[in-house]
């Protein structure tokens, strides 16, 4: 059984920073792609960031320059540094991890969080 768990969001000033984690844990054999995804209020769920086992990462448009996404390995966490942050960053951040669980062999499934609120306003 894997469970990913999301920490990190909430109410933060224009132009502040927020740090979110991710964290899966279970019967894991590999991760392979982790990913930060968000959903507005009123809009479609959206790729923000992900990075593969390498290292390699890839940045949706709109927050290149600012968010930087992270992995460490040894603990099965994938991060997400948010900076310079503008109220329209503002939404429910979900991860998303990509777990071949107990052995080789078995199926490649992805996995999510239940989703953690970052808001920006003053």
């Known amino acids: 059984q894997v469970q990913v768990v999301e920490s990190g969001g909430g109410l933060v000033q224009p132009g502040g920073s927020l740090r979110l984690s991710c964290a899966a844990s279970?019967?894991?054999?590999?991760?392979?792609?982790m990913g930060w995804y968000r959903q507005a209020p009123g809009k479609q769920r959206e790729l923000v960031a992900s990075?593969?086992?390498?290292?390699?990462?890839n940045y949706a448009d709109s927050v290149k320059g600012r968010f930087t996404i992270s992995r460490d390995n040894t603990k099965n966490t994938v991060y997400l540094q948010m900076n310079s942050l503008k109220p329209e960053d503002t939404a429910v951040y979900y991860c998303?991890?990509?777990?071949?669980?107990?052995?080789?062999?078995?199926?490649?499934?992805?996995?999510w969080g239940q989703g953690t609120q970052v808001t920006v306003s003053s």
């Open positions: 990075i593969i086992k390498s290292g390699m990462t």
């Open positions: 279970g019967s894991i054999f590999s991760i392979y792609a």
């Open positions: 998303s991890a990509d777990i071949q669980d107990s052995y080789a062999g078995r199926p490649i499934n992805t996995y």
